[in-house]
């Protein structure tokens, strides 16, 4: 699977060359030019890594990375500026940043410290997630409870893992022999397992279950949860 890299950066031409580099090494890119829309896209869908401008018009990229942290995203941010201040360097870190690069940036350079930062997160997303919100539903996966409307929800320790596996791969398809070897971990041409965990995910979390809002089918393709946190 390809990894996912944010690109937040106000400046069209640096946007196009992030695009530009990013896509030659092989990485699927999305771009934000504001601070709001970069909140709103790390919250809705998953990424492996967001690539941070400081200075965004509305909302600056330390109050972006800031309010990811507290959120819950625990993907890693690099940050990019112009300013060289050791003081903005510190800044940023306490707000939650992994790295810094300084504009004008090296381009071999900043791919070298995405990879470094990619092998060290790598594998480790849906195993960070302590708890989500969508909808009615509240998961809390480290204490291996579940409510919806307030009400109590019995999931097993199987479908707790299935659901923390999509939920963090949320916007993403996610294949049955995916699915298969890294929750059940092994490889099988009988997907039939997958698809009646899933139906009772939706039994036991949709308001429709043959209409679902979060655990879809995609046809051909495999499962998507969709949702934002609240």
């Known amino acids: 699977m390809q990894q996912r890299i944010l690109i937040v950066e106000d400046d069209p031409n640096v946007a196009l060359v992030l695009e530009d580099a990013l896509s030659a090494e092989g990485y699927t890119t999305e771009h934000a030019s504001d601070g709001r829309h970069a909140v ?31 959120q819950g995203v625990q993907m890693p941010i690099l940050l990019l500026t112009a300013r060289t201040a050791p003081d903005d360097k510190v800044r940023g870190l306490r707000m939650g940043a992994d790295d810094y690069v300084t504009k004008p940036f090296h381009v071999p350079e900043l791919l070298a410290r995405i990879q470094a930062l990619l092998r060290r997160t790598q594998h480790t997303q849906a195993a960070i997630l302590i708890e989500y919100r969508f909808g009615d539903v509240f998961v809390d996966f480290y204490r291996g409870r579940a409510t919806k ?30 699915l298969l070897t890294e929750v059940w971990g092994y490889h099988s041409t009988n997907t039939r397992t997958v698809d009646v965990h899933i139906a009772t995910l939706r039994q036991k979390l949709e308001d429709h279950p043959h209409a679902p809002l979060h655990v879809l089918t995609v046809r051909g393709g495999g499962y998507q949860f969709q949702h934002a946190p609240m």
């Not at 097993?156 to 596996?165: A, C, F, G, S």
Request: aromatic share 4%.
């Open 149 to 178: 409307a307030g009400r109590p929800v019995e999931l097993t320790t199987k479908e707790l893992v299935l659901l923390r596996y999509l939920i963090a791969r949320r916007g993403l398809v996610v294949s049955r022999e995916e």
């Open 40 to 70: 709103e896209s790390a919250l809705a869908r998953a990424f492996d890594l967001t690539l941070l401008d400081v200075g965004l018009p509305d909302k600056d990229g330390f109050a972006v990375c800031d309010e990811l942290r507290r």
